[in-house]
């Protein structure tokens, strides 16, 4: 099989489109569309289905789509393997975490890094959802749980904790509760059910006597802590947030300080085969300088 003819290909598997993929490739709509038909003419299948919306691979597309992914895959982490400095950093590194963590936390922090390792550069790929580091979808990954993937490497940065806050406004409206059990008045703003970034997100719900019926638990659900703390400043009623939203939280007022609440426990992962990366070991040791800074 042609490498050109393969390549052209899963662009187009992953763009669902001629036109999508040539653009990518900088090639004309009629130049990826022959090299497809060459390609399902050497192997005597078809690889999609063709219809007015755009295409949708066929049972043998899907197959060779996963193979030609891994071995894309495989070779760019073996190029930057290659093309890395024996004696410094150098080099991209994509970094995968949370939309809270990275907008709050991370990002602020970046300039740093980065000028301290001028060789270095970045992609920062905010999801809450994982990305799938063993098929190269992002390099490292920052994340709120233990990896779920087998073969991936894990440090434990840092465990933290969260805060409940309110507004001033909100506080002098509905009274500042002094007991969990007191929440049971209060309007909550909760995270919505969508891919959750961290686990127990919603623990304050949970910390309150089971509402009266008819009595909405939330006020709000939203799947963005982002947009909870403001709606939280707009003095809309009271959440909690992780410990990594400090700096977002000028200008609230921090309750219920002795509540248990469980932990964040934070984790630096990456792919086995970058074990030896010196972008991927200065990077974590950046990290837990910094959250070491904050102790």
């Known amino acids: 099989m042609d490498w050109d003819k393969l390549r052209v290909f899963h662009a187009v598997a992953e763009a669902g489109s001629f036109t999508h993929a040539g653009d990518t490739l900088n090639l004309s709509q009629s130049a990826v569309s022959r090299q497809?038909?060459?390609?399902?003419?050497?192997?005597?299948?078809p690889l999609f289905h063709r219809h007015a919306r755009g295409l949708i691979l066929t049972e043998q597309g899907e197959k060779l789509n996963a193979t030609v992914r891994e071995v894309f895959s495989k070779l760019a982490m073996t190029e930057a393997l290659l093309t890395e400095s024996k004696e410094k950093p150098a080099g991209r590194i994509k970094v995968t975490t949370t939309l809270g963590f990275g907008a709050s936390w991370l990002a602020p922090r970046l300039e740093g890094f980065l000028n301290a390792y001028p060789e270095v550069t970045m992609t920062l790929l905010l999801d809450d959802a994982d990305l799938d580091l063993a098929m190269r979808e992002a390099d490292v990954a920052i994340r709120m749980h233990p990896p779920k993937q087998p073969d991936l490497v894990q440090r434990h940065l840092v465990s933290m904790d969260w805060h409940v806050v309110a507004s001033a406004e909100y506080l002098k409206r509905a009274g500042t509760p002094t007991r969990p059990e007191e929440l049971e008045g209060h309007k909550l703003i909760l995270f919505g059910d969508y891919r959750p970034p961290v686990p127990d997100v919603n623990w304050l719900a949970d910390a309150v006597r089971r509402p009266t019926p008819g009595t909405p638990r939330a006020l709000l659900g939203v799947n963005s802590l982002a947009a909870m703390l403001h709606a939280v400043k707009s003095?809309?009623?009271i959440a909690a947030v992780p410990d990594y939203m400090v700096a977002d939280m000028a200008g609230l007022v921090r309750i219920l300080?002795?509540?248990?609440?469980?932990k964040v426990d934070v984790f630096f992962v990456y792919p086995e085969e970058l074990r030896n990366s010196k972008r991927v070991a200065v990077f974590r040791d950046f990290l837990l300088a910094r959250i070491n800074q904050r102790k």
Request: proline letters at 11%.
């Open 36 to 45: 497809i038909s060459a390609l399902e003419d050497a192997l005597q299948v």
């Open 235 to 237: 003095g809309l009623g």
């Open 257 to 262: 300080p002795e509540i248990r609440a469980p």
